[in-house]
């Protein structure tokens, strides 16, 4: 099952973070700011009932031509779209996590390694390309995030 990482990693009894349970909502993405142990951007897409995501070190890029390390991390609920509010200590990923953007994207090419979309949000738009790195294993997870036009 996708959100079987999801759930290990957390206590639903104390973190404020949804279980999951709504399936099948397509083309919407959200950005969150999470202030965590090191400050990040989680990029989430609904892609396949869930929400794939990739943590971003230094933010999303808003100019054409920039490159932004994109790391993948466990698929999350649909319910993720609207999450807000603070992971509590000692809980996985624990710290504030905000709604940095928010809206609809189109899908407009995917193939394991490439994922091509265009977003309408209130601050990202335009057209986004997330390419898998290529090589070793240990390489996988990682992603670049590319404003292409
Ligand atoms: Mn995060």
């Known amino acids: 099952m996708a959100l079987d990482e999801y ?29 965590a142990s090191h400050l990040h951007f989680d990029f989430r897409l609904s892609l396949d009932g869930v929400l794939k995501s990739w943590a971003i070190p230094k933010g999303v890029p808003l100019e054409k031509g920039v490159k932004r390390l994109a790391v993948e991390t466990e698929d999350h609920p649909i319910e993720y779209l609207n999450f807000e509010g603070v992971i509590p200590e000692g809980q996985y990923g624990s710290g ?10 189109h899908l407009v090419e995917r193939t394991p390694d490439r994922i091509v979309i265009d977003i309408e949000g209130t601050k990202l738009r335009g057209r986004y390309a997330l390419i898998r790195f290529k090589g070793k294993e240990k390489d996988v997870k990682n992603w670049l995030l590319i404003k292409t036009k």
């Open 7 to 35: 759930k290990k990693k957390r206590n639903f009894i104390i973190t404020p973070e949804p279980e999951g349970s709504v399936q099948g909502i397509e083309d919407e993405f959200v950005i969150q700011e999470h202030h």
């Open 96 to 105: 504030e996590v905000k709604i940095w953007d928010r809206g609809k994207f």
